[in-house]
């Protein structure tokens, strides 16, 4: 009996011992970097050195618009979601998305909303700070904010007149067109107690094209009440998009 | 034992000197109260800095200066000879209307002062008035007030500063037929030709809304709204920056029928005028803001019944109220 006892703590106490040597996984961090280009060139503001794919030189001037709910997945379609409304303006906001506390595992695709969700987008859906206020999206019926405003000018061909373009996208006519966009995650990203970095490339060039050639002359420059336009550039913006992870 | 018992004496007695506060004069509190600035729900979160809470003392004070020529070297004005109440705190002649300006976060036509309303009225008693402090620090009310409401028996300029702003803060015109409108429970309605003059500002036929727009009436930014072929430098004069040149901050239209004449030269005597150039008048240029689409076709083109339903819809920014807030005016005449 007496020896029985002291089998049974030699088991317990090398259990106890097992398992603090076994270092438990723990929750980390992603940060996304939000990295511009426009058809693979670098992006300069104010400067006609673009062409599009229905042909016209254009400038970049300005672009303000939402990203919202983050979600990792894992393989076996465990999420990590965050509630959050980042506004990003070129130039003037930090264009980096911070995931905090995400679980450890492998996450193998980032999916997140290019604009605000149909809960989100509706009066008063935002908190009332001036940029929300600013993005507000006023027309007659319908409601919320901007997804985006995509501002520059373009040159007709020929005779080099300038012309504005406003790429102005939201919910037309209780329509609601945001992008989902799903990006899988080569290799996959490891989260055991680190802090992991993620690359997001966009391609602004391809709001004009892929699938639909973008004819700013054809549009013309007040979309915000056109659904057909609308619809072309929910397509076009969802390839607009890749991932890269920075981390070896 | 006498020497002993008078150095003690001195001691005691100069011990209140030795410590870091300064006695203060009798009946001399610092206790501010806090100060509650009322606006409605559907107006932005009113940013107030940390180190400038809005109290009582501070907003009595920053009224008093307003109104006070002591602030202007020579005495000859105070703020409120040019800002005039009744014409929304401005003045026929080219005086920035000062309405809501809480929610600015750069000032004057060519954001030449960028920041909070400390760093602008900083600017104007220090470099624009060049108060000069030791009259206000000699002066047999204005010290007292001072320590009141900032715990300071040293009269600063960053002191009038934050005086000065926290009584701005208090400008808000929130009370035009337009805001009773929004608010539900005063069943106020436009007319049919107000409506439909919002109709034009708020979509993209007049896209007044991308730069006048929110409930501010303004987007607090700088444009170039194509006034001119060759266009002054404005913003570029701060930033030294090419692509700023012509752009000067968009105004609120609140008030507005108030406070003309129009443009940051006073060009437009009216606001038909206004209406005219947006819809006819567009200049192109290098820097214009792509938001003035329509430029290349000079204008918006309105029809001349267009154009008095944008008038309507303009005149329902107006809030006689703010003109007659006993709380705004001058606190010497009471």
Same mark, same amino acid.
């Given at each position: 009996?007496?020896?029985?006892?002291?089998?049974?703590? /030699?088991?317990?106490?090398?259990?106890?011992?097992?398992?603090?040597? $076994?270092?438990?996984?723990?929750?980390?961090?992603?940060? *996304?970097?939000?990295?511009?280009?426009?058809?693979?060139?670098?992006?300069?503001?104010? #400067?006609? @050195?673009?062409?599009?794919?229905?042909?016209y030189?254009?400038?970049?001037? @300005?672009?303000?618009?939402?990203?919202?709910?983050? &979600?990792?997945?894992?393989?076996?379609?465990?999420?990590?979601?965050?509630?959050?409304?980042?506004?990003?303006?070129?130039?003037?906001?930090?264009?980096? *998305?911070? *995931?905090?506390?995400?679980?450890?595992?492998?996450?193998?695709?980032?999916?997140?909303?290019?604009?605000?969700?149909?809960?989100?987008?509706? #009066?008063?859906?935002?908190?009332?700070?001036?940029?929300?206020?600013?993005?507000?999206?006023p027309?007659?019926?319908?409601?919320?904010?901007?997804?985006?405003?995509?501002?520059?000018?373009?040159?007709?061909?020929?005779?080099?007149?300038?012309?504005?373009?406003?790429?102005?996208?939201?919910?037309?006519g209780?329509?609601?067109?945001?992008?989902?966009?799903?990006?899988?995650?080569?290799n996959?990203?490891?989260?055991?107690?680190? &802090?992991?970095?993620?690359?997001?490339?966009?391609?602004?060039?391809?709001?004009?094209?892929?699938?639909?050639?973008?004819?700013?002359?054809?549009?013309?420059?007040?979309?915000?009440?056109?659904?057909?336009? $609308?619809?072309? /550039?929910?397509?076009?913006?969802?390839?607009?998009?890749? *991932?890269?992870?920075?981390?070896? | +034992?006498? !020497?002993?018992?008078?150095?003690?004496?001195?001691?005691?007695?100069?011990?209140?000197?030795?410590?870091?506060?300064?006695?203060?004069?009798?009946?001399?509190?610092?206790?501010?109260?806090?100060?509650?600035?009322?606006?409605?729900?559907?107006?932005?979160? =009113?940013?107030?800095?940390?180190?400038?809470?809005?109290?009582?003392?501070?907003?009595?004070? %920053?009224?008093?200066?307003?109104?006070?020529?002591? =602030?202007?070297?020579?005495?000859?004005?105070?703020?409120?000879?040019?800002?005039?109440?009744?014409?929304?705190?401005?003045?026929?002649?080219?005086?920035?209307?000062?309405?809501?300006?809480?929610?600015s976060?750069?000032?004057?036509?060519?954001?030449?002062?960028?920041?909070?309303?400390?760093?602008? +009225?900083?600017?104007?008693?220090?470099?624009?008035?060049?108060?000069?402090?030791?009259?206000?620090?000699?002066h047999?009310?204005?010290?007292? !007030?001072?320590?009141?409401?900032?715990?300071?028996?040293?009269?600063t300029?960053?002191?009038?500063?934050k005086?000065?702003?926290?009584?701005?803060?208090?400008?808000?015109?929130?009370?035009?037929?337009?805001?009773?409108?929004?608010?539900?429970?005063?069943?106020v309605?436009?007319?049919?030709?107000?409506?439909?003059?919002?109709?034009?500002?708020?979509?993209?036929?007049?896209?007044?809304?991308?730069?006048?727009?929110g409930?501010?009436?303004?987007?607090?930014?700088?444009?170039?709204?194509?006034?001119?072929?060759?266009?002054?430098?404005?913003?570029?004069?701060?930033?030294g920056?090419?692509?700023?040149?012509?752009?000067?901050?968009?105004?609120?239209? !609140?008030?507005?029928?108030?406070?003309?004449?129009?443009?940051?030269?006073? !060009?437009?005597?009216?606001?038909?005028?206004?209406?005219?150039?947006?819809?006819?008048?567009?200049?192109?240029?290098?820097?214009?803001?792509?938001?003035?689409?329509?430029?290349?076709? %000079?204008?918006?083109?309105?029809?001349?019944?267009?154009?008095?339903?944008?008038?309507?819809?303009?005149?329902?920014?107006?809030?006689?109220?703010?003109?007659?807030?006993?709380?705004?005016?001058?606190?010497?005449?009471?």
């Amino acid at each position: 009996m007496k020896k029985n006892y002291a089998f049974h703590i /030699l088991i317990l106490s090398s259990l106890v011992l097992l398992s603090a040597c $076994q270092k438990e996984a723990t929750n980390g961090n992603v940060t *996304i970097f939000i990295n511009y280009n426009v058809g693979g060139q670098e992006l300069v503001t104010n #400067d006609f @050195r673009y062409t599009c794919a229905a042909g016209y030189t254009f400038e970049v001037t @300005r672009l303000q618009y939402y990203l919202s709910n983050f &979600t990792l997945r894992k393989d076996d379609g465990t999420e990590y979601f965050l509630d959050e409304v980042f506004y990003q303006e070129l130039g003037t906001t930090d264009p980096s *998305i911070p *995931i905090p506390d995400v679980p450890p595992g492998t996450y193998t695709s980032l999916s997140f909303v290019y604009g605000l969700d149909a809960d989100t987008n509706v #009066d008063g859906g935002l908190p009332n700070t001036l940029t929300n206020i600013n993005m507000e999206w006023p027309l007659s019926g319908d409601q919320g904010y901007h997804y985006m405003k995509f501002e520059g000018k373009y040159k007709l061909p020929g005779t080099g007149e300038e012309k504005a373009f406003n790429l102005h996208t939201g919910a037309t006519g209780n329509n609601q067109n945001f992008i989902e966009i799903t990006l899988p995650i080569d290799n996959g990203l490891k989260i055991d107690g680190n &802090t992991m970095q993620l690359q997001l490339n966009y391609d602004l060039n391809e709001w004009l094209q892929n699938p639909n050639t973008w004819d700013f002359e054809v549009w013309g420059p007040m979309i915000m009440a056109n659904q057909d336009a $609308q619809l072309a /550039l929910k397509a076009n913006g969802a390839t607009a998009f890749s *991932i890269e992870p920075m981390n070896p | +034992m006498k !020497r002993t018992i008078l150095l003690l004496g001195v001691l005691i007695w100069t011990l209140p000197y030795c410590t870091k506060e300064k006695p203060i004069d009798p009946g001399w509190e610092y206790d501010p109260t806090p100060f509650n600035l009322e606006y409605p729900d559907f107006f932005p979160i =009113l940013e107030i800095p940390a180190d400038n809470p809005t109290t009582v003392q501070g907003v009595l004070l %920053g009224r008093m200066l307003y109104y006070d020529p002591i =602030l202007h070297k020579d005495s000859t004005e105070a703020c409120a000879s040019c800002h005039q109440q009744a014409f929304s705190f401005s003045k026929p002649g080219n005086i920035i209307p000062h309405i809501n300006l809480g929610w600015s976060g750069a000032f004057l036509w060519n954001g030449k002062i960028q920041g909070t309303l400390e760093d602008i +009225m900083l600017f104007e008693s220090r470099d624009f008035f060049e108060t000069d402090l030791s009259r206000l620090q000699n002066h047999p009310d204005y010290p007292k !007030r001072f320590y009141e409401a900032f715990g300071d028996k040293e009269i600063t300029y960053e002191h009038i500063a934050k005086a000065m702003a926290q009584f701005e803060r208090t400008m808000i015109s929130a009370n035009s037929k337009y805001d009773q409108y929004l608010d539900p429970d005063q069943f106020v309605f436009l007319e049919d030709e107000e409506f439909l003059g919002y109709d034009i500002f708020f979509s993209e036929k007049g896209d007044c809304f991308h730069c006048h727009g929110g409930i501010l009436f303004t987007d607090n930014r700088f444009h170039n709204n194509g006034l001119d072929a060759n266009p002054e430098p404005g913003l570029s004069e701060i930033t030294g920056d090419p692509f700023d040149v012509g752009r000067f901050k968009t105004p609120t239209l !609140r008030n507005i029928e108030l406070t003309g004449p129009y443009m940051h030269d006073s !060009r437009y005597e009216t606001l038909e005028e206004v209406i005219d150039f947006y819809s006819e008048g567009l200049k192109n240029s290098p820097t214009v803001d792509p938001l003035m689409k329509n430029v290349y076709k %000079g204008g918006i083109q309105l029809t001349p019944q267009e154009k008095g339903y944008l008038l309507a819809f303009l005149k329902t920014l107006t809030d006689t109220t703010y003109l007659h807030n006993p709380a705004l005016e001058d606190p010497f005449h009471e």
